[in-house]
């Protein structure tokens, strides 16, 4: 950057991608403090609803779902079978692979916790209307299309940046 650049926060486009980074903290850190009394944390969330939504999903493929390390989950699994919430099985075909399903007392709790995000995004998201969050959700899938694009502009991009460094 050189004196003539003009700076970042500036820029409107900065300044909104702050906005919605902010937002994404915000309701991060409001939907721990709202699962709290029970006991669960937002990636122990992510980990429940999504072996509700595919029960006996793969602990790799739960991985590669959240975005996540397997070594993460690795951590996090034990936390909940230990509580009674999931089981882990091996695969009949491959028993190399760990199968992961809810037990009824994981179902509940599930149940529970997926009550108390949607009226979070409820009560959040009615700050808008719908043809807002609509429009706001059509502008993040296009981000996330953006950023996970299979030719690698991005990361060609950093790479060349990196070049021009040295």
Not at 99 to 106: M, V
């Amino acid at each position: 950057m050189n004196k003539k650049q003009p700076l970042p926060w500036d820029n409107p486009r900065f300044h909104n991608w702050i906005a919605v980074a902010r937002a994404c903290q915000v309701m991060g850190l409001s939907l721990a403090r709202a699962l709290q009394p029970l006991d669960i944390k937002p990636p122990h969330l992510d980990i429940l609803v999504n072996l509700f939504r595919t029960p006996g999903i793969s602990q790799q493929d739960l991985a590669d779902k959240l975005l996540v390390g397997r070594s993460n989950l690795s951590m996090l699994l034990p936390q909940l079978e230990k509580r009674g919430l999931l089981v882990r099985r091996s695969d009949p075909q491959d028993r190399r692979v760990l199968r992961l399903e809810l037990t009824p007392s994981g179902t509940d709790l599930t149940l529970e916790a997926i009550a108390i995000q949607t009226d979070l995004i409820d009560r959040t998201m009615k700050t808008a209307s719908t043809e807002e969050c609509n429009l706001v959700g059509e502008v993040m899938t296009r981000i996330i299309h953006e950023l996970t694009r299979p030719d690698g502009a991005i990361e060609a991009r950093t790479e060349e940046a990196e070049r021009k460094k040295a």
